[in-house]
T-cell receptor
Framework: RKEVEQDPGPFNVPEGATVAFNCTYSNSASQSFFWYRQDCRKEPKLLMSVYSSGNEDGRFTAQLNRASQYISLLIRDSKLSDSATYLCVVNKGFGNEKLTFGTGTRLTIIP | NAGVMQNPRHLVRRRGQEARLRCSPMKGHSHVYWYRQLPEEGLKFMVYLQKENIIDESGMPKERFSAEFPKEGPSILRIQQVVRGDSAAYFC?????????????FGDGTRLSIL
């Protein structure tokens, strides 16, 4: 079983729609959780950290369920610029341990 | 540009040659991480270094690969006697001191092609 599992997609979604990604992780000792986005042939860029209470940043909402070892990302009112691969990332420490990446979910927003 | 700097952006080597990839962390960051991304795959951790110390090298292949982060200068990932399977994007990330530290920030990557 992979340490971090994501649906690879692709998700093809019309502009303005809401889209949700899910991710599960296997190490119950994991402490920090993130969503990164990666554009084609570019570096991963931090989208948002994920906190136990859930958190929101504009059109993006992240949720964490420690009991189920499950992380989600919701994108509302999707824009063409949201087209990218979304990476679920887990860290067993609080920032200074190795990051474990999912293989990513590819999202394409259709005009 | 105060971000993580990697060079070269693209590197072409023939089988058997050596590849040297460089990474300068963000200003104020003392922790460096190297990751490898094979085509159509996710990023895989290779090694975590602080100045003059290797903290975690659990992701490094046992042979041909080495990394350093000297007191002065950038971190270097060195691959000796490269093979076709070494073709990948190599990303460096950095973070600040331990504690409730912010997440890792990535450089643009070095794309290594082996002929």
């Amino acid at each position: 079983r992979k340490e971090v599992e994501q649906d690879p997609g692709p998700f093809n979604v019309p502009e303005g729609a809401t889209v949700a990604f899910n991710c599960t992780y296997s190490n119950s000792a994991s402490q920090s959780f993130f969503w990164y986005r990666q554009d084609c042939r570019k570096e991963p860029k931090l989208l948002m950290s994920v906190y136990s209470s859930g958190n929101e940043d504009g059109r993006f909402t992240a949720q964490l369920n420690r009991a189920s070892q499950y992380i989600s990302l919701l994108i509302r009112d999707s824009k063409l610029s949201d087209s990218a691969t979304y990476l679920c990332v887990v860290n067993k420490g609080f920032g200074n341990e190795k990051l474990t990446f999912g293989t990513g979910t590819r999202l394409t927003i259709i005009p | 540009n105060a971000g993580v700097m990697q060079n070269p952006r693209h590197l072409v080597r023939r089988r058997g040659q050596e590849a040297r990839l460089r990474c300068s962390p963000m200003k104020g960051h003392s922790h460096v991480y190297w990751y490898r991304q094979l085509p159509e795959e996710g990023l895989k951790f290779m090694v975590y270094l602080q100045k003059e110390n290797i903290i975690d090298e659990s992701g490094m292949p046992k042979e041909r690969f080495s990394a350093e982060f000297p007191k002065e200068g950038p971190s270097i990932l060195r691959i000796q006697q490269v093979v076709r399977g070494d073709s990948a994007a190599y990303f460096c990330a950095s973070s600040s001191i331990q504690g409730r530290a912010p997440p890792q920030h990535f450089g643009d990557g070095t794309r290594l092609s082996i002929l």
